[in-house]
């Protein structure tokens, strides 16, 4: 049977990660290895020629499952019938600045585009934020398109979860298929709190594994949360095919379902639970299933994760403030 192929918006295509991102995307490893895709490039006027580029190497691949390119700079046209929406596109930060620092420069990139998704995308659409500061840029898209279920706003936080997991694995002389049920709460940002008391290591609580509380409070949790800056430090520049490789795990995982008895971290509007108010998009545990996902109910939240989940909320609710002020929702 041949399937209607899934039109992928991806915004900021001419950028480091949108290189590292559509390759992947148009083998199928976003969505599975039987799906179809075409793909609409959104990028601003002066970068569309280095978008038209990769479009042109993206040919050279003859992936068997890609079946169009289009290229814009009009957020109307981009995103017109898109079914998964990345958007990537955003200045990134450089040594020195907070992910936040970048609210100003990039949130009205995010107004425009989710009026734009509001008015032209599928009724399936599927929105993941990438661009800094994540979280709040996907609130700010999201309160721009009042017709779209709120739901289908999420931000990236899969990589915090990534590199959570190897930090893990490497402290315990696991592997990363051995970790399970791990968390990342909050926001995308120094304050998160990467949670290993719900995690297992080989079936065994991964706290109790571990047993080292100064290691968690003092190399594990500072390790994740500040790994965006090591790596804009060593590399001179921020991650890209991390960055990308999480984005499809992201999306991968919302669409195509979490594995039994596990789950991932994904940025979602909060309806409440564990006292994150609710409209905020912060990180929670999440299974997924036929392209929903559901908050991982029922876990006991002790002091130690209460006062970091807590601090990270709290900055959640200082940037929408500060959007707020700037007039972006
Ligand atoms: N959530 C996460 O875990 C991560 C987020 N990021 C963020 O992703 C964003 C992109 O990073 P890179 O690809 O490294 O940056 P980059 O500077 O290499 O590429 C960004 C691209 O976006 C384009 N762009 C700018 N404004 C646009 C608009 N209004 N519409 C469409 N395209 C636009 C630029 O022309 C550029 O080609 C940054 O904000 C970065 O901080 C990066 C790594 C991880
Ligand atoms: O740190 C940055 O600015 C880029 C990013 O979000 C990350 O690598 O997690």
Redesign the pocket.
């Known amino acids: 049977m041949t399937r209607t192929p899934v039109n992928v918006t991806v ?9 590292a991102l559509l390759f992947r995307i148009a083998s199928g490893q976003l969505l599975g290895p039987d799906v179809p895709v075409k793909l609409r490039l ?3 006027t ?2 569309l020629k ?2 038209e580029g990769t479009a042109m190497e993206l040919d050279d691949c003859a992936f068997p499952l890609l079946q169009g390119i289009e290229i814009s ?1 009009d ?1 109307n046209v ?1 995103f017109d019938g898109a079914n998964v929406a990345l958007l ?6 450089t040594k020195g600045m907070e ?1 936040g620092d ?1 609210l100003e420069a ?1 949130g009205g ?1 995010f107004k ?2 989710g009026q734009a998704i509001n008015a032209h995308a599928a009724d399936d659409i599927k929105v993941l ?4 500061p ?1 979280n709040t840029n996907a609130l700010i898209a999201q309160a721009a398109a009042p017709d779209v279920p709120a739901e289908r706003f999420t ?6 979860h990534n590199r959570a997991l190897t930090q893990l694995a490497k402290k315990t002389g696991s592997t990363v298929a051995d970790i399970k049920r791990l968390t990342i709460w909050g926001n ?1 940002s120094a304050t998160q709190y990467p949670d290993i008391f719900h995690a297992t290591v080989a079936g065994k609580n991964a706290a109790e594994v571990v047993n080292d509380e100064k290691w968690l409070a003092e190399d594990f949790i500072p390790t994740v949360a500040k790994r ?1 800056a090591a790596i804009i430090e060593a590399r001179g ?4 095919a ?2 990308a490789n ?2 499809i795990d992201h999306v991968h995982s919302w669409v195509n379902g979490t594995a039994e008895g596990d789950w991932v971290s994904m940025g979602i509007p909060s309806d409440g639970s564990y006292g994150v108010p609710e409209g905020l998009i912060s990180s929670f545990p999440v299974t997924t299933k036929d392209g929903t996902y559901d908050i991982v109910q029922g876990l006991d939240i002790n002091e130690f994760s209460r006062a970091r989940i807590d601090a990270s909320v709290k900055e959640l609710e200082e940037e929408r403030e500060a959007v707020r002020g700037l007039g972006l929702i």
Do not use: K
């Open positions: 915004t900021g295509a001419a950028g480091q990660i949108g290189y959104l990028e601003i002066p970068a280095a978008a700079d957020p981009a990537v596109g955003a200045r990134p930060r992910r970048l990039n990139i425009p585009q934020v990438v661009g800094n994540a931000a990236m936080t899969r990589l915090d995308h965006g520049a921020s991650s890209a991390s960055a999480a984005a």
